[in-house]
């Protein structure tokens, strides 16, 4: 199986049809397969709903036919196709209201760009910066870390960026939504989630 497509993203609904949050497709297999959940497929401007035995089925048909942005996993003896939303089917909880404060998310937010130099960079070659310093009384807060790569870090060392003489890009602010999935909905093969989101503004 592809590794990549294993680890792309899925949009999760409640049982109401509300999404709360994006997990792998690795883990929506899982919830397939138990009968947790079921897939919420976009054909012919509505959306319809199937358990893991119609998806596997629904998938060889497609797979004879493969669409722009379709994704497929090959399973033993035919190809699984990739969902992109899944429904539980036993879950009321609601969506979060809060974006969790960690690295993955903050990368995000800041769209794996330095926010001192302005170029991009994968993961491993980010760092987290204290906008002003621990050191100098500054807080663990959306509001006071921004991405930097190791250089610009290196740099401004344990200054704040008007010390250094370096200028934020952006001022870092705490996203109203997961900033994981407001990247995703960018990407031509989650426009299918615009429906189930609450619009951005």
Known sequence: MSQSLLDSHVLILNR???????VDVRRTLTLLYRQCAEVIAHEAGQFISYDFDSWCEMSQLNAMEKQPGD???QAVGFELQVPRIARLTRFDRMPLQTVR?????????DAHTCQYCGKDYPTHKL?????????????????????????CNSRKGGRTPKQAGMKLITVPAKPRFNPLVTHSVDDPRYECWKTFLPAAG
């Not at 404060?101 to 937010?109: P, Q």
């Not at 760092?127 to 250089?151: F, K, M, Y």
């Open 101 to 109: 404060f960690n690295r993955k998310n903050l990368f995000a937010r």
């Open 127 to 151: 760092s987290l910066d204290h906008v002003v310093p621990r050191s100098q009384g500054g807080p663990t807060t959306w509001e006071n870390i921004v991405a930097c790569c190791l250089r």
């Open 16 to 22: 109401f049809y509300m999404a709360i949050r994006v």
């Open 71 to 73: 994704d497929f996993i």
